[in-house]
């Protein structure tokens, strides 16, 4: 029996919603030690924002991050899996779109987010990427 995308998504992601700053996106990002915070607008998935959205989007744009909101900046057009999917669905997905994290809805709203690392530690927990994922945080 294969595994399902609810034994490995990292549980309750961190959401904002659309009408925040990019300047709190990041503070946020700083203070949980994430790279990625979900975009919701009255709880419905509607982006996804990254560590590098905020650099390649804002920052090299000449953006100003206290008042550009992450609506202006995240990546809409989302592809997602659900808690039941197969595991090997989102790895075929992340392969073949070249993405980094997939974020787990039912019904539109999220639950999770699937990462390359938490793969990497389903798939093979002795290969570096899992080392490195399951790494504690520098304090």
Do not use: F, Y
């Not at 961190?14 to 990002?29: F, I, L």
């Not at 690392?117 to 399951?134: E, F, H, M």
């Amino acid at each position: 029996m294969s595994r399902k995308i609810r034994e490995v998504m990292t549980k309750r992601p961190a959401t904002v919603a659309v009408q925040v700053t990019v300047a709190e996106a990041a503070r946020r990002m700083r203070d949980e030690d994430i790279g990625d915070v979900l975009v919701v607008d009255e709880g419905s998935l509607k982006g996804l924002v990254t560590d590098r959205d905020l650099v390649v989007r804002v920052i090299a744009e000449g953006r100003e991050p206290e008042s550009t909101s992450v609506s202006e900046v995240c990546s809409p057009d989302l592809v997602t899996v659900g808690p039941d999917d197969d595991i090997d669905k989102a790895v075929d997905l992340m392969r073949s779109r070249a993405l980094r994290r997939l974020p787990v809805t039912e019904g539109g709203r999220p639950v999770g987010v699937v990462s390359l690392g938490d793969l990497a530690i389903d798939r093979d927990g002795s290969s570096a990427l899992a080392d490195i994922s399951q790494a504690p945080p520098n304090t």
